[in-house]
């Protein structure tokens, strides 16, 4: 199963300013569900800021609550923090190249769900990444079962390159266009780096 036509990201900063940031981000996620999406990524990029006060506890509070309403509704990613996917019980986490390793994460992910087993990263993957929760939860015969997924960024193609040996559910691409959203972006890749990323993995792509 192919990722979703719309991959959602709900950015903290963006309802920093409201009197009630952790409601905001819920109403809207809420709306985002009525609409149809099937997949929501949570991320806050002020996460450890020495000037920002609690944000962790702040993010986990938001983390929880979207788990809560997307149950069996939509997929919940987190964005860099591995910690913090597993202490809401999202579904996923998505790193950046700065963040913890991919194969890092997995032998994280492996070591809680498999916990009998070694932490070598296994090669057994879920038909379906992208199913439901409750599906994702299901016992299949010989597969792999309530796996966490994790997505991986990569601004070029030689990341993208690297990002196909990596055991990883999909892989995003970008910026595709000018972006406001991060201090720092990286390079504008435009359709065209879409395009060749999408010639050299067959892996999900977001862009």
Not at 148 to 160: D, E, P, R, V, Y
């Amino acid at each position: 199963m192919p990722l979703p036509s719309l991959y959602p990201i709900i950015d903290f900063s963006s309802f920093a300013a409201k009197p009630d940031p952790i409601a905001a981000i819920v109403s809207y996620a809420e709306e985002l569900l009525q609409a149809g999406v099937t997949l929501i990524q949570l991320r806050d990029k002020s996460l450890g800021d020495p000037g920002q006060v609690n944000t962790t506890r702040r993010f986990l509070s938001c983390a929880r609550e979207l788990r809560r309403i997307t149950l069996d509704k939509a997929t919940l990613i987190i964005n860099d923090r591995v910690d913090l996917c597993l202490a809401a019980d999202a579904d996923g986490v998505h790193l950046g190249q700065d963040d913890l390793s991919p194969e890092a994460a997995r032998r994280i992910f492996d070591s809680i769900s498999h916990p009998s087993q070694s932490l070598g990263v296994s090669t057994q993957r879920v038909p379906h990444p992208f199913a439901s929760t409750q599906q994702r939860s299901t016992e299949i015969a010989g597969e792999r079962v309530g796996e966490k997924l994790i997505g991986f960024s990569t601004h070029n193609l030689a990341q993208i390159r690297e990002a196909d040996a990596l055991p990883v559910d999909y892989i995003a691409i970008g910026p595709v266009f000018a972006t406001g959203s991060k201090a720092n972006p990286d390079p504008v890749v435009g359709i065209e780096g879409v395009k060749q990323a999408r010639q050299a993995t067959s892996k999900p792509l977001v862009a």
